[in-house]
C-alpha cells in the first residue's frame, strides 16, 4: 500500500481482512467434520466452522456492497485467486504434515486467534460502519465461546500428559510466529481507524497478552520468545498451503459457474 491509498479503498481491504480470516479458518477447521478425536469435538469443531463461515458472508457480502462491482459473497469466495486473499498466514496452515491430523495445532491456533476476535469485534461495534458494526455485535459472543472452547483444551492438553504437553508446546512453538502479523500496522488500519471505521489491531495487544499468558500458565506451557519474523497474508503474500485450501474449496463452484443451488 502506499501513501495515496484512498479510505475507500482501505475500507474494503479492511473488510475483505477480517471476511478472509472467518472464511479460511472456517474452512480449515471443516477438515475435522467427521475426523474428530471425540463425537463431542467433532460436532463442536463444525459448529465454529458454520460460525466462522457466517461471519464471513456477511463480511464478503458487504464487501461486494462496498466494491460496487457486483461481485457478491459467493463471487468473492469462490472466484477470487490466492493473492486476493487478505487473511493472516496463521489461519491457513494446516493441521499437521497432512489434513486434520494434529489436534494440538488446531486447538493452539483457535485460542491465539479467538483471543484476538474476543478483543476485535467489541471494538468494530463502535464503527462509524453501521453494517460492519453490526456484524460485529453479532460476532462477539460467537469468538467468546470459541475462546472457552479452545482455552479448555489448551489447558487440559497442556497441563495433561507428558506426550499431550509436548505436543502442545510443538504446536504453540510452530504457530507463535505468526501471531506478529496481527500488530504490524499498515496504510490501510491507519486509514480505517483514522476515519473511524476499523481500529489499529497492535492497540488491542495488551489486551492480548494478558489473556494468553494467563492461559499458558494455567496450561504450564511456555510462551515462545518473540522473533522478528512477521508473515504476510494480509497484504495477499501467502504461504505454500492456501493454494491447496482454496482448490479444494472452490472446485464445485468453478466446475459449476452460474450454477443455482
Known amino acids: 500500500m502506499t501513501g495515496a491509498l484512498t479510505v475507500g479503498h482501505a475500507h474494503l481491504e ?16 471443516s477438515e475435522w467434520c467427521g475426523h474428530g478425536p471425540a463425537l463431542e469435538e467433532d460436532i463442536a469443531l463444525t459448529n465454529i466452522a ?12 458487504h464487501a461486494g456492497a462496498l466494491e460496487g462491482r457486483g461481485r457478491d ?22 493441521d499437521g504434515e497432512s489434513a486434520h491430523d494434529d489436534y494440538a495445532v488446531t486447538i493452539v491456533r483457535n485460542t491465539l486467534f479467538a483471543a484476538l476476535q474476543v478483543e476485535l469485534w467489541p471494538a468494530l461495534c463502535a464503527s462509524r460502519d453501521a453494517q460492519l458494526a453490526a456484524i460485529a455485535a453479532k460476532s462477539v459472543n460467537e469468538a467468546r465461546a ?30 507463535f510466529p505468526y501471531t506478529h502479523e496481527f500488530w504490524s500496522v499498515d496504510e490501510v488500519e491507519r486509514s480505517v481507524a ?19 499468558d494467563t492461559l499458558l500458565g494455567q ?31 472452490q472446485s464445485l463452484a468453478r466446475a459449476h459457474p452460474g450454477a443455482q443451488w
Open 14 to 29: 479492511y473488510v475483505l481482512r477480517l471476511a478472509d480470516n472467518a472464511l479460511v479458518l472456517g474452512q480449515r477447521l
Open 50 to 61: 458454520l460460525d466462522l463461515t457466517g461471519q464471513a458472508r456477511l463480511l464478503l457480502a
Open 73 to 94: 459473497e459467493d463471487t468473492l469466495a469462490y472466484f477470487r485467486n490466492e493473492s486476493a486473499f487478505r487473511n493472516h498466514t496463521l489461519v491457513e496452515l494446516p
Open 146 to 175: 470459541h475462546l472457552r472452547h479452545a482455552a479448555g483444551w489448551l489447558v487440559r492438553l497442556g497441563d495433561g500428559t507428558d506426550q499431550s504437553r509436548l505436543r502442545m508446546q510443538r504446536a504453540l512453538d510452530r504457530l
Open 194 to 212: 483514522g476515519a473511524g471505521l476499523g481500529v489499529i489491531t497492535a492497540d488491542l495487544k495488551p489486551q492480548w497478552d494478558a489473556t494468553i
Open 219 to 249: 496450561a504450564t506451557l511456555a510462551r515462545p520468545a518473540s522473533s522478528a519474523f512477521v508473515s504476510s497474508g494480509k497484504h495477499g503474500r501467502h504461504s505454500e498451503h492456501l493454494g491447496p485450501l482454496l482448490a479444494q474449496m
